[in-house]
């Protein structure tokens, strides 16, 4: 699909082509919205070029390279309840401007050559989800990119968190760890490690990351074992956990607990009319309150375009 807005795929499956889906669109459209899609057996499963994606429900299996690859992006993109796994690349190619920072949430990537790719002055946000079992890594940050890691599953992998960048100039990657609960055990083999790259965006020799899971049976990171990471200064980082776990409960599949009859994506932040037990009301601060209220069935969340 070239130069079209308003793209909106549902409950389709496209399988064996060179692409599932192709959309080149422009960094002033809307964002595609591809919902209960199933990507399978292609060489690539979804490629996207310019402005942003907002995909859920949908699963991307089988493909010779990537299942999702987003190259050029220019506004934020959102992965939901979305699945890629044995890809013969990876499961998520990602490649962006500043502005075109994305969430992968409640979402998975296993048995691929990797879990997450992603380059650019751009932030990842990964949110209880799981990238696990990957052959080379979970996610990779490159060139300058930030990565948020909450509440997700990255065991398994050669390496959990990997920098990298072309240069100098373009080392400036970062993680945030802290308070995490995340799951960083490597898959236990030789050379493999929790956090292995170049993270030059940090300016100290010294890294909190409490609350992370990063051996088997727990305990605090192993110098030069489970991490190996190089700072602006050429040092090496010294990682703190101060209270190491032993185990965490993902949620990466969680249901809605209520239905949307219709759902329209904008990007202008517009409410939208939602379908709940209560009825058909629009999307406002006080449909939030009366949603938000124990004894009635339905949770709004902030995101003005998304309805659990």
Same mark, same amino acid.
């Given at each position: ?17 060179? !692409? ?7 960094? =002033?459209?809307?964002?595609? +919205? ?28 089988? $493909? ?7 190259? &050029? ?5 959102? !992965? ?27 979402? &998975? ?32 940050? +490159?060139?300058?990119?930030?990565? $948020? ?7 398994? $992998? ?5 920098? $990298?960048? =072309? ?22 083999? &030789? ?39 190089? =700072? ?30 219709? !759902? ?10 939602? =379908? ?24 709004? !969340? ?7």
């Amino acid at each position: 699909l070239y130069r079209i807005n308003n793209v909106s795929a549902k409950n389709s499956t496209f399988e064996y082509s060179q !692409f599932g889906l192709l959309l080149n669109t422009a960094a =002033t459209y809307n964002r595609p +919205f591809i919902e209960n899609c199933i990507f399978r057996n292609c060489l690539y499963g979804l490629a996207a070029y310019n402005s942003g994606v907002y995909i859920r429900y949908s699963t991307f299996s089988n $493909n010779t390279y990537e299942g999702i690859y987003c190259v &050029s992006m220019d506004k934020a993109s959102l !992965f939901l309840y979305t699945t890629c796994t044995s890809n013969m690349g990876g499961g998520l190619y990602y490649e962006g401007s500043s502005t075109s920072s994305y969430t992968f949430q409640h979402s &998975s990537t296993s048995s691929n050559k990797y879990g997450a790719y992603t380059q650019g002055p751009l932030t990842a946000t990964l949110q209880n989800s799981s990238l696990y079992n990957n052959t080379d890594y979970g996610i990779e940050a +490159f060139n300058n990119t930030t990565l $948020n890691i909450r509440r997700s599953d990255l065991h398994g $992998n050669k390496i959990a968190v990997l920098g $990298n960048g =072309t240069s100098s100039g373009n080392y400036y990657n970062s993680f945030t760890l802290n308070d995490g609960y995340n799951d960083l055990r490597d898959n236990n083999t &030789s050379g493999s490690w929790c956090i292995y790259g170049k993270f030059w965006a940090f300016d100290t020799t010294s890294i909190e990351a409490n609350n992370n899971y990063w051996i088997n049976g727990g305990g605090a990171p192993v110098i030069n074992v489970d991490y190996k990471v190089i =700072t602006v200064n050429y040092a090496p980082i010294t990682i703190t956990d101060n209270s190491p776990e032993n185990g965490f409960s993902f949620k990466s599949a969680e249901g809605y607990n209520s239905s949307v009859s219709s !759902f329209v994506l904008t990007d202008n932040n517009e409410y939208m009319d939602v =379908t709940t037990t209560l009825g058909t009301e629009p999307l406002n601060e006080s449909v939030k309150t009366i949603l938000n209220e124990d004894s009635k069935v339905g949770t709004v !969340f902030d995101d003005p375009k998304r309805f659990e």
